[in-house]
């Protein structure tokens, strides 16, 4: 009595299954073309004209970088505002502070930081995440880690750490000593200090806002 | 394993593949203790085996043994499935060694090197330092020769003999699977670029490609466990593939809500993510229904007892199917929406999804496809169970799963503390971490993991000795 | 660059753990449901259970209304809900026809 019904041939779902994947991965490509273009780094020239890129240009490190709710988007967004010191400097050319985040970011793999910590949320959850590190109110000249470290700026209390964190133990869990050097050590403080600069959507919600500004009731 | 059974050599073959698995196996298990005691008391085998290299090795030894055993199982089942000789299989055992070989290398220096300094010759020689895929570039490339092998086997083997609906998907899915790997081997300035690849790999592997190959493996396992109309099992494997690919591959919306991607990939991201759960429910059913299916006209004939000629095995797919279901399912559909997920994205919760995702996804259906193995080396018609085989699969089972609820509860406080409340920042994760929920989420995911533990030690033991057991039916 | 519409509204602190509940009890129920009914079509279990599977269907779609209104999603997704429901009430109708077609060629 049933007849032949193209709901029950294989033909029929095999080919449905090669259009619906091939569908689904087109899709993703094209996707990927047009993220792509907006993660892009950005460069000098854009940071010297205002223009907003997903992901600054390594010359971010000249300027100073605050995380500020956008009413529009209804989230946080980092703002790069005027010209900062890192390192005594802030005339870092396109060629130093490019040299200086390759050096930040081989260091982040070669150290393994994604193995305890998260990066833009991603990795291990035994130690904070680092994707706003870089204006974490503890690092801040009144902050408990600068205070520890007996620096004067931000990025010399984090380089600081990095070199030897078994000295400035802040909890039971510490961080182990991976041999960072100090030219290494500056150059992950440059790739911290980029990385906060990243437009995350809004990630992490409340950061540095202790007691939750909104949510505290 | 006995193997004097065993005419095909491609399984042979097989079983060198799954006893390498289940060795990598243990020392999965072993570097996640360390690790989990490290949580609990922080100055474990501190400077000596710190938490990093303990959970690097967790979880490439998780990776590893799973795709030694998938490697494996294909092999097992191409002579089932295209009724020849596997084309190529001395070059697939030479491969074995090499691969194996190339894996040792790679976890001695993971633990006496561990970390090197920041330039090209750590990334080429020691480490990659990227989540899941650390293997230093040397490996990546090996690997790639080593898995083009493989598939080289897979396609002469499936073109020269039949093609099955089973053997055509897995030739597809086994490309992609190797393809994809390709996107996790540069280096970039750019971590937003970084991980936008890095993501291609790990969730195209773990939400797509190995989705639906195990969605083939279920298939031959119902049809040689409990004789399953191959028609209908096809079918259904086609009708999987289409929902696990249609939503898996735009499911990596997910991933980049908060990478420096723009934010379209919210809207896309929550819808696919949300379908995602769809096949998972479709293959829990398609196990329920060829079971019921075959067991009651077995009734109707007028047969007595069980349809299943592998309880064992048969047992493990079924804690497949739960598990697939509640670990990638229920623990992934709770955190996937971006409203939700900004809080809990890289929390303990994430933590929780992915032990009892693995697990339920794939460890659970890799152990069963080494029982399938077990009953063909020793060329028995029906695998009862034993003592050590009951116990095994619920200590494990129990373990991972009481390993997720402990992770589930310390990831609600990490959720709320550190991030709704504090604002995910050092003091803030601190606070999180020392919450009294926390430490004692953390001493239960200890003790459950002891369990799973003890669990495979006995799962070892009945691997090793089943196969002698008077109980079964030659 | 393209006008930026989507926001994200906060989420009160009492309002987490029952949207974490209620997500899980949409998979969790709407397995009840399929598994309900298809272990009744299969024979496995009495035909007087086949109520049981569409009351948790209608479970399903009361915690996903729960976790939608906690999340404060906007239009556009609380009308895919509402479609995505509505599919899933007739999923497992179209796919129990389609294997019994099967079997019914391949068997008699």
């Given at each position: 009595m049933a007849n032949k019904s193209v709901w029950s041939d294989n033909r029929f779902w095999q080919r449905s299954a090669a259009w619906v994947t091939g569908f689904a991965a087109i899709l993703l490509i094209w996707l990927t073309f047009d993220t792509s273009g907006q993660i892009s780094m950005g460069s000098d020239a854009d940071l010297k004209n205002g223009v907003t890129k997903r992901v600054p240009g390594p010359t971010v490190i000249n300027y100073k970088i605050t995380y500020e709710m956008d009413t529009k988007r209804g989230h946080e967004v980092p703002v790069i505002g005027a010209k900062e010191k890192f390192f005594g400097r802030d005339d870092y050319s396109e060629k130093e502070a490019g040299d200086l985040l390759h050096l930040g970011k081989l260091g982040?793999?070669?150290k393994n930081c994604m193995d305890c910590h998260t990066l833009l949320g991603n990795g291990a959850y035994y130690a904070p995440d680092l994707t706003k590190a870089w204006l974490d109110p503890a690092w801040e000249s009144t902050g408990s880690m600068q205070a520890m470290t007996g620096k004067n700026t931000k990025e010399e209390a984090m380089a600081e750490f990095l070199q030897f964190p078994s000295k400035y133990p802040t909890h039971a869990r510490m961080m182990p000593n991976l041999g960072i050097t100090a030219a290494e050590a500056k150059g992950l403080v440059a790739f911290l200090k980029h990385m906060s600069s990243i437009d995350t959507n809004g990630f992490p919600r409340n950061f540095g806002k202790i007691q939750g500004a909104l949510n505290g009731k | 394993m006995a193997s004097n059974h065993l005419?095909?050599?491609?399984?042979?073959?097989?079983?060198?593949?799954?006893?390498?698995?289940?060795?990598?196996?243990?020392?999965?298990?072993?570097?996640?203790?360390?690790?989990?005691?490290?949580?609990?008391?922080?100055?474990?085998?501190?400077?000596?085996?710190?938490?990093?290299?303990?959970?690097?090795?967790?979880?490439?030894?998780?990776?590893?043994?799973?795709?030694?055993?998938?490697?494996?199982?294909?092999?097992?089942?191409?002579?089932?499935?295209?009724?020849?000789?596997?084309?190529?299989?001395?070059?697939?055992?030479?491969?074995?060694?090499?691969?194996?070989?190339?894996?040792?290398?790679?976890?001695?220096?993971?633990?006496?090197?561990?970390?090197?300094?920041?330039?090209?010759?750590?990334?080429?020689?020691?480490?990659?330092?990227?989540?899941?895929?650390?293997?230093?570039?040397?490996?990546?490339?090996?690997?790639?020769?080593?898995?083009?092998?493989?598939?080289?086997?897979?396609?002469?083997?499936?073109?020269?003999?039949?093609?099955?609906?089973?053997?055509?998907?897995?030739?597809?899915?086994?490309?992609?699977?190797?393809?994809?790997?390709?996107?996790?081997?540069?280096?970039?300035?750019?971590?937003?670029?970084?991980?936008?690849?890095?993501?291609?790999?790990?969730?195209?592997?773990?939400?797509?490609?190995?989705?639906?190959?195990?969605?083939?493996?279920?298939?031959?396992?119902?049809?040689?466990?409990?004789?399953?109309?191959?028609?209908?099992?096809?079918?259904?494997?086609?009708?999987?593939?289409?929902?696990?690919?249609?939503?898996?591959?735009?499911?990596?919306?997910?991933?980049?809500?908060?990478?420096?991607?723009?934010e379209y990939w919210w809207e896309i991201g929550a819808l696919f993510s949300a379908l995602e759960p769809l096949p998972l429910v479709a293959m829990f059913i398609h196990v329920l229904y060829d079971w019921g299916k075959q067991q009651g006209a077995a009734h109707q004939r007028g047969e007595e007892g069980s349809v299943i000629t592998n309880k064992p095995a048969f047992t493990w797919f079924i804690l497949q199917a739960f598990g697939n279901f509640l670990g990638a399912g229920?623990?992934?559909?709770?955190?996937?929406?971006?409203?939700?997920?900004?809080?809990?994205?890289?929390?303990?919760?994430?933590?929780?999804?992915?032990?009892?995702?693995?697990?339920?996804?794939?460890?659970?259906?890799?152990?069963?496809?080494?029982?399938?193995?077990?009953?063909?080396?020793?060329?028995?018609?029906?695998?009862?169970?034993?003592?050590?085989?009951?116990?095994?699969?619920?200590?494990?089972?129990?373990?991972?799963?009481?390993?997720?609820?402990?992770?589930?509860?310390?990831?609600?406080?990490?959720?709320?503390?550190?991030?709704?409340?504090?604002?995910?920042?050092?003091?803030?994760?601190?606070?999180?971490?020392?919450?009294?929920?926390?430490?004692?989420?953390?001493?239960?995911?200890?003790?459950?993991?002891?369990?799973?533990?003890?669990?495979?030690?006995?799962?070892?033991?009945?691997?090793?000795?089943?196969?002698?057991?008077?109980?079964?039916?030659? | 660059m393209v006008e930026v519409l989507a926001v994200q509204p906060e989420i009160a602190l009492n309002d987490f753990l029952p949207i974490f509940v209620s997500s899980a009890l949409v998979i969790v129920f709407g397995g009840f449901y399929v598994g309900i009914y298809t272990a009744v079509k299969v024979g496995m279990l009495k035909k007087w259970a086949m109520p049981l599977a569409y009351l948790f269907w209608l479970l399903t779609a009361y915690c996903l209304y729960v976790m939608g209104s906690l999340m404060h999603v906007g239009d556009t997704t609380a009308k895919a809900l509402v479609v995505a429901m509505i599919g899933y009430l007739l999923l497992p109708h179209a796919v129990y026809y389609m294997q019994h077609q099967v079997h019914e060629q391949n068997e008699h």
């Open positions: 982040s793999q070669a | 005419k095909w050599e491609s399984k042979q073959l097989a079983t060198w593949y799954f006893t390498f698995a289940a060795i990598i196996f243990g020392a999965q298990l072993l570097f996640g203790l360390i690790a989990a005691i490290q949580y609990v008391m922080p100055g474990f085998l501190f400077e000596i085996v710190d938490f990093s290299i303990a959970r690097i090795l967790h979880i490439n030894a998780l990776v590893v043994w799973m795709v030694f055993a998938m490697i494996g199982s294909v092999y097992w089942l191409l002579p089932d499935e295209t009724g020849i000789e596997t084309v190529g299989i001395k070059i697939g055992k030479l491969l074995f060694w090499v691969f194996a070989a190339a894996i040792v290398v790679v976890v001695l220096v993971y633990l006496l090197v561990q970390v090197g300094p920041a330039d090209e010759t750590t990334i080429w020689f020691i480490t990659e330092g990227r989540e899941y895929i650390e293997a230093p570039r040397w490996a990546d490339i090996g690997i790639v020769v080593v898995v083009l092998g493989f598939i080289g086997n897979l396609y002469a083997t499936g073109m020269k003999g039949k093609p099955t609906g089973i053997v055509t998907v897995l030739m597809a899915d086994m490309l992609a699977f190797a393809g994809i790997y390709l996107a996790g081997m540069f280096f970039t300035d750019n971590i937003s670029v970084d991980q936008f690849w890095w993501w291609w790999v790990i969730h195209l592997w773990v939400e797509a490609t190995w989705e639906v190959f195990v969605g083939a493996i279920a298939a031959y396992g119902l049809i040689t466990m409990i004789g399953a109309h191959r028609k209908v099992v096809e079918m259904w494997l086609w009708i999987e593939v289409a929902m696990l690919f249609g939503s898996g591959i735009l499911g990596m919306g997910h991933h980049y809500f908060w990478i420096g991607t723009p229920v623990w992934g559909f709770f955190h996937t929406l971006p409203q939700v997920n900004l809080y809990t994205h890289g929390t303990q919760f994430t933590s929780a999804h992915g032990h009892l995702a693995f697990f339920g996804a794939y460890a659970t259906i890799l152990i069963g496809m080494m029982y399938v193995a077990i009953q063909g080396s020793n060329g028995i018609k029906v695998l009862k169970h034993t003592k050590s085989s009951i116990a095994a699969a619920w200590m494990i089972a129990g373990g991972v799963m009481g390993m997720t609820v402990a992770l589930t509860i310390a990831g609600y406080v990490d959720v709320i503390v550190t991030r709704a409340q504090m604002g995910a920042t050092w003091a803030g994760y601190f606070d999180g971490h020392s919450g009294m929920w926390m430490l004692q989420g953390m001493d239960w995911r200890l003790i459950m993991g002891v369990v799973t533990f003890l669990g495979f030690l006995f799962l070892i033991k009945d691997f090793l000795s089943t196969g002698k057991n008077a109980v079964h039916i030659r | -």
